[in-house]
């Protein structure tokens, strides 16, 4: 005679089975709005947007007594007005001046002829930006401000200390607008990438002719790379041959662990590819993209359009939550054997 009670009755799964059921059709009915939520974190690019750059310049000039400035051309490339520091080293054993023409007389030669005293009389009748009088061994700055102008501007500078400027200390601060320039940051990292791999004149700036760019680029790795940007503009490379008929617009080294800055002018409106030269790097997916004057274009839309809202997000997972529940409590229950007397045929 077998014990009842060692038994195992058939059916046991029959109770818990319309609870199983159930936690399944819930938790399948979650899964679509948890891999849609999945999907969404990850669809925005990362985008470097620049900023209009300083409209200042900084140079160094050296006195000498040759005497003879050094250098003796300055260049500065300003978006508007320019504000304009240097600072002046006098490495001579004799005095010396640093006298540097008006805006009045922008464009005006001063006269290789000129005895000192005319000299000294063309100044002050028309005035000077700056007029810095350094002793030997001393270091002095001139500063002044230019305003905007659209015009190539030259002004000469010279020193007033007699028969100095008939020996040869001279020299020329030239000022030639390019248009707008902006600046903005990029870094460069070991898994042969830059991020961000996208750059973008700022959101509305309105672009009608050459745009100038000062790119401060951040090697966040061990390996040397390059900031080399292509000249032809709407075109996506695939090889970096091109380069031998089409020399590209700048090209710069960023050794480990440093940082360097790339100046450079495009001729307009367009979408530019930069790319790093180090042989594999590019092959390997370093390159990233500058779009001037162009938006930034939508990444690619997912294989589903549905756009999931946040209520919708939230109730997938609670169902998904208490169907997991329902189907692991069903699951648990139906090993459990019948109670006597809960049920069955009775003798």
Not at 25 to 30: D, H, P
Not at 208 to 215: A, D, E, K, L, Y
Request: proline share 9%.
């Amino acid at each position: 005679m077998t014990d009842a009670s060692s038994v195992r009755p058939s059916g046991g799964w029959r109770r818990p089975g319309p609870w199983l059921l159930a936690g399944l059709v819930l938790a399948a009915t979650a899964l679509p709005g948890g891999l849609a939520a999945a999907h969404l974190a990850h669809v925005a690019p990362r985008v470097g947007y620049a900023r209009p750059a300083s409209t200042s310049v900084r140079f160094d000039v050296n006195f000498t007594d040759a005497p003879a400035y050094s250098p003796r051309v300055l260049h500065a490339s300003p978006n508007g007005s320019l504000s304009v520091s240097i600072k002046l080293h006098n490495n001579g054993s004799i005095a010396h001046t640093f006298t540097l023409e008006n805006v009045s007389q922008s464009g005006v030669p001063l006269n290789r002829s000129w005895t000192p005293l005319q000299l000294k009389q063309f100044f002050t009748t028309n005035g000077s930006l700056a007029d810095v009088n350094l002793s030997s061994g001393a270091t002095g700055w001139a500063n002044f401000s230019l305003a905007a102008s659209s015009a190539i501007r030259s002004f000469e500078f010279a020193s007033t200390i007699p028969y100095q400027f008939q020996a040869g200390m001279w020299g020329y601060l030239n000022v030639t607008p390019l248009g707008p320039t902006y600046s903005v940051e990029d870094n460069t990292t070991n898994s042969f990438s830059f991020v961000p791999n996208v750059l973008s004149t700022p959101v509305g700036a309105t672009i009608s002719g050459p745009v100038s760019f000062h790119v401060l680029i951040n090697n966040l790795g061990t390996d040397a790379h390059t900031f080399t940007v292509a000249s032809q503009r709407n075109t996506t490379l695939t090889t970096l041959g091109s380069f031998k008929a089409h020399p590209p617009i700048v090209n710069v080294t960023v050794n480990s662990s440093v940082q360097a800055v790339a100046k450079f002018t495009v001729p307009g409106i367009g979408v530019y590819e930069y790319v790093c030269t180090v042989p594999g790097h590019f092959a390997s997916g370093m390159f990233g993209f500058l779009y001037v004057g162009v938006p930034v274009p939508l990444p690619p839309s997912a294989p589903s359009t549905a756009i999931v809202a946040v209520p919708v997000l939230v109730g997938s997972g609670v169902l998904l939550g208490i169907g997991l529940v329902l189907s692991l409590g069903a699951a648990y229950v139906g090993r459990l054997p019948r109670t006597p007397g809960s049920g069955g045929p009775h003798p």
